[in-house]
């Protein structure tokens, strides 16, 4: 029952490219079932109808109506909707998190208000289910939509209150070290903003430790417990996902877009672009041109 006027309410107001008039907030309706990489970004995501399955590295998360899933660190990820079709598309919300705004709240809370310490595995990703304060808060802060004149007040109120919420959830733990400066998570994402800025350099991974100020070991294990993958595998997965954007938009450049990511063997780039997504890049890039083809047409 408590999901009934989300659905509505997202229903009513959804639009293509899930933004919306309050700041940081998207909501989405989805039909498609194919899988999709992308980058996560730092956010938390409610499912509302239907459900969804989220593989980072070799972890997977799925979450379905009534959970949520935090991702503190933009990953490169693969997703696909679930129970999702034209009659029941798959429903959900989404809000941006900025740590500033978590760490205000942990500077401002009594620390008795807060749980005890502990109970966070180095994971940036968790799964949830949402408690019925959480969900009356996203509630309230979508009826704004109806009340756009009240958007400009009431949403900071309610995404503040959203925010609450998560810090002091089943999953709070791994929330509050998103407003931690000091955290190993905030260190480790600072190492993934480098490698994402420049993945198309080789680089030592000693060098990215001494840059985010950890030991190589320390920096090493919390790396790999946040992302699922080493820092060489995560420039790796950046890079795939960058070629096959390249390749969507020109795909007769095979070579070019292997060679533009950081590649210097066309063979290695081939070999791994399809352990990837399945297929060589020259099939991957004229399906990806037809689907583009039929989307326009449509």
């Known amino acids: 029952m408590e999901l009934d006027e989300l659905r509505m309410l997202i229903a009513r107001h959804v639009r293509p490219d899930m933004s919306t008039p309050i700041d940081r907030v998207m909501i989405a309706s989805?039909?498609?079932?194919?899988?999709?990489?992308?980058?996560?970004?730092?956010v938390m995501a409610l499912i509302v109808q239907g459900g969804k399955r989220i593989a980072l590295g070799k972890r997977v998360y799925e979450y379905r109506a009534g959970q949520y899933l935090v991702a503190s660190i933009d990953l490169p990820i693969t997703g696909q909707y679930l129970d999702a079709s034209r009659a029941n598309p798959a429903l959900g919300f989404g809000l941006t998190l900025e740590p500033i705004r978590i760490a205000e709240l942990l500077l401002q809370a009594p620390a008795a208000s807060l749980p005890v310490a502990g109970g966070y595995s180095g994971t940036s990703m968790?799964?949830?289910?949402?408690?019925?304060?959480?969900?009356?808060?996203?509630?309230?802060?979508?009826?704004?939509?109806d009340q756009p004149r009240d958007i400009a007040v009431l949403a900071p109120m309610i995404k503040r209150e959203i925010l609450w919420w998560l810090i002091v959830g089943e999953q709070g733990a791994a929330v509050r070290q998103l407003?931690?400066?000091?955290?190993?998570?905030?260190?480790?994402?600072?190492?993934?903003?480098?490698?994402?800025?420049?993945?198309?350099?080789?680089?030592?991974?000693?060098?990215?430790?001494?840059?985010?100020g950890m030991s190589?070991?320390?920096?090493?294990?919390?790396?790999?417990?946040?992302?699922?993958?080493?820092?060489?595998?995560?420039?790796?997965?950046?890079?795939?996902?960058?070629?096959?954007?390249?390749?969507?938009?020109?795909?007769?450049?095979?070579?070019?877009?292997?060679?533009?990511?950081?590649?210097?063997?066309?063979?290695?780039?081939?070999r791994e672009y399809r352990r990837q997504f399945g297929s060589a890049p020259s099939q991957d890039a004229a399906s990806l041109s037809l689907r583009k083809g039929e989307q326009g047409h449509g």
């Open 179 to 212: 407003g931690l400066a000091d955290s190993h998570l905030n260190h480790v994402a600072r190492a993934v903003r480098w490698i994402r800025d420049h993945y198309t350099e080789a680089f030592r991974v000693e060098d990215v430790a001494a840059f985010v």
């Open 126 to 145: 968790i799964v949830a289910n949402a408690s019925r304060q959480l969900l009356d808060a996203i509630t309230r802060l979508l009826r704004l939509l």
């Open 30 to 42: 989805q039909e498609d079932v194919e899988s999709q990489p992308s980058m996560s970004g730092a």
């Open 216 to 270: 190589v070991s320390t920096f090493y294990r919390n790396f790999q417990a946040a992302t699922a993958m080493s820092p060489i595998q995560f420039q790796k997965q950046i890079r795939l996902q960058q070629a096959r954007l390249l390749l969507a938009a020109y795909p007769g450049d095979v070579t070019g877009a292997g060679f533009r990511v950081g590649y210097e063997s066309a063979s290695q780039f081939s």
